[in-house]
């Protein structure tokens, strides 16, 4: 079965600073998706970034940018120039087929 | 912005009655997924619906939850008789395909007392 960890339960960074969340996978497959998705307290879930195993290019969104490691079987987001507003719950997924597997989150506070 | 529409958006009842949540999937989605939020088991999928067809629903416990799709416009999720154990935040989400992920609505907050 699929697993995704991530390791950090929660997580703090001074606004305006860079923070990289943690994200491991476990899966024998070669072709899959894997996304980071946003639940801040608005309880909304919110899809920050995505990225397909077989593009080895990191995917970029604004201030967003994963580190995926396809061999390690890891993909870390980076937030650049953090602000307020991205205090939230960030949660990895991996996804087969129609399959998503979601990691148990990491809570992230950005401090003023 | 096209949404996902739960409803309602909290419900308390007691034990032993009967819930219902709603899920307006997003106009041409054809991918309908129903998720448990819980502190404990964080989120675990319960079923799935392709062009309104269930395509798994393993992760329901089947005694007491019953998922359908009436037509393309409207998922329900159905708990009878609910249990205190049932209370968690139910997310509806719906989507194309799985590349470009799935868009989540708000949720549904149920407290079973």
């Known amino acids: 079965a699929q697993t995704v960890t991530q390791s950090q339960p929660e997580m703090s960074v001074q606004e305006a600073e860079t923070v990289t969340l943690s994200c491991t996978y476990d899966?024998?497959?070669?072709?899959?998706?894997l996304f980071w998705y946003k639940q801040p307290p608005s309880r909304q879930m919110i899809l920050v970034i995505r990225q397909e195993a077989y593009k080895q290019q990191n995917a970029t969104e604004n201030r967003f940018s994963v580190n995926f490691q396809k061999a390690a079987k890891s993909f870390s987001l980076k937030i650049s120039d953090s602000q307020l507003g991205d205090a939230a719950m960030y949660f990895c997924a991996y996804c087969r087929g129609n399959q998503f597997y979601f990691g148990t989150g990491t809570s992230l506070t950005v401090i003023p | 912005d096209a949404r996902v529409t739960q409803t309602p958006r909290h419900k308390v009842t007691e034990m032993g009655q009967e819930v219902t949540m709603r899920c307006q999937p997003i106009l041409g989605h054809n991918t309908v997924f129903w998720y448990r939020q819980t502190m404990m088991q964080g989120l675990e999928l319960l079923a799935y619906?392709?062009?309104?067809?269930?395509?798994?629903d393993s992760g329901m416990p089947k005694d007491r939850f019953s998922a359908e799709m009436p037509d393309a416009t409207l998922a329900t999720l159905k708990i009878q008789p609910s249990e205190p154990r049932d209370s968690a935040v139910y997310f509806c989400?719906?989507?194309?395909?799985?590349?470009?992920?799935?868009?989540f609505g708000s949720g549904t907050r149920l407290t079973v007392v």
């Open positions: 619906f392709r062009n309104r067809a269930p395509l798994d």
């Open positions: 899966t024998s497959e070669s072709d899959y998706y």
């Open positions: 989400a719906s989507g194309l395909q799985a590349n470009y992920g799935y868009t």
